[in-house]
Nanobody, 125 residues
Framework: QVTLVESGGGLVQPGGSLRLSCAAS????????MAWFRQAPGKEREFVAA????????YYADSVKGRFTISRDNAKNTVYLQMNTLKVEDTAVYYC??????????????????WGQGTQVTVSS
């Protein structure tokens, strides 16, 4: 179990950018795969992006590919989500998640055992 705390959410205009951060506790952060999910009101939690333990494998939902970038700094126990060209439909609570490293990085909520409390991202003019 890893304690995760998200930050960086807020209100941004369509076409704008935000950078989310997720600070993780523990000395073994580099052993965990990390991911971002999001959930809009009345909708199911949706996979956004994931990065493996070493930071050299990344995965993205089709809806964000080319606009969002996931990265990690294991020395700082932090994972990031750079969100560019934001759209109204990106509005959601964004959650950071962690799982023990595995041959195939997970992409469903049940694959991840540790979750942050979420940070609100609102895209509106």
């Amino acid at each position: 179990q890893v304690t995760l705390v998200e930050s960086g959410g807020g209100l941004v205009q369509p076409g704008g950018s935000l950078r989310l951060s997720c600070a993780a506790s523990g000395r073994t952060f580099s052993s965990f795969d990390m991911a971002w999910f999001r959930q809009a009101p009345g909708k199911e939690r949706e996979f956004v992006a994931a990065v493996n333990w070493g930071g050299y494998k990344t995965y993205y939902a089709d809806s964000v590919k080319g606009r969002f970038t996931i990265s990690r700094d294991n020395a700082k126990n932090t994972v990031y989500l750079q969100m560019n060209t934001l759209k109204v439909e990106d509005t959601a609570v964004y959650y950071c998640a962690a799982s023990r490293s595995r041959p195939r990085v997970g992409n469903t909520p049940m694959d991840f055992g540790s979750w942050g409390q979420g940070t609100q991202v609102t895209v509106s003019s």
